[in-house]
């Protein structure tokens, strides 16, 4: 019935001639090529069990990475609009049985405050985050929120792309959606295995597994070009649910010449009288964690990775290194908790899960040029009609990185210049002028005007 086929993937999963690390190792060679892999590939994959070969998969991981993006990494933050919820997803706390939890869905005033703090740390991207509610998810409060963004502009700065995660919506709503002028329209699966996707929503519209399979599919059809995927690691066999994500994302490409423009690979954290996040049933361990991410990366090379603040920086670090391409950074997860101080809000009271991750932007990003990797606060793709098919021809020839890299740099300094601490700036500052310095030619010249532009005070360079 659908195109998730849990006897195809379960036979995957059981073929023993999957583990051979002969194959194994062909299958390495060819991922190197960065032109992805087939299903069945993936799951030889996930089988590695060698020491030697995890860490070729790494190696290779990486490589691919960086082929396609470079040592760019995309920041953005979560911005939790509502957490009214009429569902009662057993792994969140803003479940409507939660009765502990202090209910909150912000004004158009509290809106503009929490975008202007986010403006004033430095934040170009954001992804609006809302419970599921007839009214305080309702697409007319979606609209309003979105303009009042946009609309927020301090001394040129100001958010630029609004990504949103949102319950499905109809096709209809798909395409009021569009018109505000979203970014990416994200939406997780939480798990593609039938009957522990019925277990843990055992009520409210999310009940409805196919509603929720086909929600990428309406989008598309209704216009939005760019959507995001991912599924809630932890609920069941993460080799199953990798493989799930996967077809997921081959399925939206062979359908629509586009695929998700991003996988977000979230971990089940503790949350407040949150039942299967207390004691997840198939908690993945960092190991396995690293190696489907490397897989995920392998097997989609132009897709970008999402990695939150969910997880701590030990591990934010390490899956850097096997191909995450964005991350959110000094993040708060409870609806109008960016102006509060942690300890006056009683967060846990608010907020949907616990981070792991507590530092604050100009900390992430200090850390991110120390282990080289440049921090790209880039919103160019989407302002410039790079988006669904001419984006992902470009991505998946990798020529996608001719944009980026002058992109992230100019954005990188004009964060330098009016935000970052002056221990940041020092830092950062070297690593910005060795990574002009390894560019050849005339894009040498094209990023150098681009950074005098910056530096006389323009906003917004980009190409
Ligand atoms: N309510 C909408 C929905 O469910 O699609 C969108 C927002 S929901 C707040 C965003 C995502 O948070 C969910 O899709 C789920 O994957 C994730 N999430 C929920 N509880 C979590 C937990 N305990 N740990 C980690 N992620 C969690
Ligand atoms: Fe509501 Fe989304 Fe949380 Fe489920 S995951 S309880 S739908 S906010």
Not at 282 to 311: C, M
């Amino acid at each position: 019935m659908y195109f998730i086929n849990e006897n195809y993937i379960n036979n995957l999963l059981d073929d023993d001639s999957l583990s051979s690390i002969h194959l194994q190792k062909d299958i390495l060679t060819k991922a190197s090529e960065a032109k992805g892999l087939t299903l069945r590939e993936s799951a030889a994959l996930l089988n590695i069990s060698s020491p030697e070969l995890y860490c070729e998969l790494f190696h290779r991981a990486k490589q691919v990475k960086e082929k396609i993006y470079g040592n760019r990494l995309v920041l953005f933050a979560p911005l939790y609009i509502s957490n009214l919820c009429v569902n009662n997803c057993l792994y969140c706390a803003f479940r409507k049985d939660n009765r502990e939890l202090k209910r909150k869905a912000l004004s158009l005033e509290e809106i503009e405050a929490e975008t202007k703090f986010l403006v004033m740390q430095g934040q170009k991207r954001i992804l609006l985050v809302f419970g599921e509610h007839p009214k305080k998810a309702s697409i007319d409060y979606i609209g309003d929120t979105i303009s009042s963004i946009y609309k927020i502009n301090y001394n040129g700065n100001n958010i630029r792309r609004v990504n949103v995660n949102v319950a499905p919506l109809s096709f209809e709503n798909f395409k009021a959606l569009k018109s505000f002028g979203i970014g990416t329209y994200q939406c997780f699966q939480e798990t593609y295995h039938f009957r522990t996707y019925m277990e843990i929503h055992p009520e409210g519209p999310k009940k409805d597994f196919a509603w929720r399979l086909y929600a990428m599919d309406r989008a598309l059809q209704a216009g939005i070009d760019d959507v995001g995927i991912g599924a809630l690691f932890g609920l069941t066999d993460y080799k199953f649910e990798t493989l799930a994500l996967l077809m997921h994302a081959q399925d939206l490409d062979s359908k629509y010449g586009i695929g998700p423009h991003t996988i977000s690979i979230p971990r089940l954290e503790p949350a407040l009288n949150a039942p299967a996040a207390k004691n997840p049933p198939h908690a993945v361990d960092d190991l396995s964690f690293n190696k489907l991410v490397a897989v995920i990366r392998l097997t989609i090379p132009y897709t970008g990775i999402i990695l939150t603040t969910r997880e701590k920086p030990e591990i934010r670090r390490e899956l850097f290194e096997v191909g995450v391409s964005q991350i959110s950074a000094g993040s708060r997860t409870a609806p109008g908790s960016y102006r509060e101080s942690q300890e006056s809000l009683h967060q846990h009271e608010l907020e949907q899960f616990q981070l792991g991750d507590h530092r604050n932007l100009d900390e992430v990003v200090r850390d991110c040029t120390l282990l080289g990797y440049l921090p790209s606060f880039c919103t160019a793709c989407y302002r410039s009609q790079r988006t669904g098919d001419r984006f992902m021809e470009l991505a998946k020839s990798g020529n996608i990185g001719k944009f980026c890299t002058p992109n992230a740099l100019a954005t990188f300094k004009e964060y330098l210049n009016d935000f970052a601490s002056d221990e940041t700036k020092k830092i950062a500052g070297e690593f910005l002028k060795k990574e002009i310095e390894g560019i050849n030619g005339t894009t040498r010249k094209k990023v150098e005007k681009m950074i005098g532009q910056v530096d006389a005070g323009e906003r917004d360079v980009y190409m």
